[in-house]
């Protein structure tokens, strides 16, 4: 079956080409996630579409490009999901790189430009790195939620945020080549890891599903991460 990527990819095609074109120290133009994945008509559309933009120039500069061409995309034309272009710098090997390569790599589809050269075992030599990265980004997002008192924007970014915890659980094997970012089998991964805690990784497995900020859901939160970090610690 098409994904929606394929069958959006007309309309989006000058915007995409705009966002490549726009230096000519751009490495690789990757799109990744849901849009990519056979539409099914009972899923609907995509929330976003991802796409990852690794490149050598001023990274402020490309950023500014980026977020001009989302802004305007969004505006014009509403009935498209949300562009969301990230935007990596490519001029030391950091754990954000590291990362990103990651993700295009296992769920990604190049758009133009080189392969990225990172490979499974970079990953896994690699691990801990990257897992310490995921778990301040998912800091980030949990006391991004927490510091803003709209309750519509707190629930609409719980999903978010359920997510990017669940999903460190599918890094904890990447020092033995396995990866995963299914939510569900991250689940399960904490489920077995962390038996004491099956209680909160279901409710933030619940907070994926059903996005409504609770203090339980908060309490869920801080509790799996701490326990997670202090993993990492022992390490």
Not at 188 to 217: C, M, Q, S, W
Request: glycine content about 2%.
């Amino acid at each position: 079956m098409i994904s929606f990527f394929d069958l959006s990819k007309r309309e989006l095609t000058p915007f995409i080409d705009s966002l490549w074109y726009s230096s000519q120290n751009n490495v690789s133009l990757y799109i990744r996630g849901s849009s990519l994945q056979p539409m099914e008509p009972e899923l609907g559309k995509p929330i976003d579409i991802d796409f990852l933009l690794f490149t050598y120039d001023e990274i402020n500069k490309i950023k500014s490009i980026a977020f001009d061409i989302s802004s305007y995309v969004n505006r014009v034309f509403p009935l498209i999901p949300h562009l969301d272009i990230k935007v990596i710098n490519c001029r030391f090997k950091s754990p954000e790189l590291l990362f990103n390569a990651l993700l295009v790599k296992k769920t990604g589809r190049l758009l133009y430009g080189d392969e990225l050269p990172y490979n499974a075992v970079t990953f896994m030599e690699n691990h801990n790195e990257i897992i310490s990265f995921t778990i301040l980004e998912a800091e980030s997002k949990l006391y991004s939620v927490i510091q803003t008192s709209d309750k519509k924007i707190q629930n609409k970014r719980v999903p978010h945020l359920s997510k990017s915890i669940l999903r460190i659980a599918g890094l904890l094997r990447l020092k033995e080549g396995i990866y995963t970012r299914s939510p569900q089998d991250c689940t399960n991964i904490l489920y077995k890891k962390y038996p004491n805690l099956i209680k909160h990784v279901a409710i933030i497995f619940n907070g994926f599903r059903y996005p409504f900020l609770t203090d339980e859901l908060l309490a869920s939160y801080f509790i799996v991460l701490n326990e997670i970090k202090q993993d990492m610690e022992l390490e």
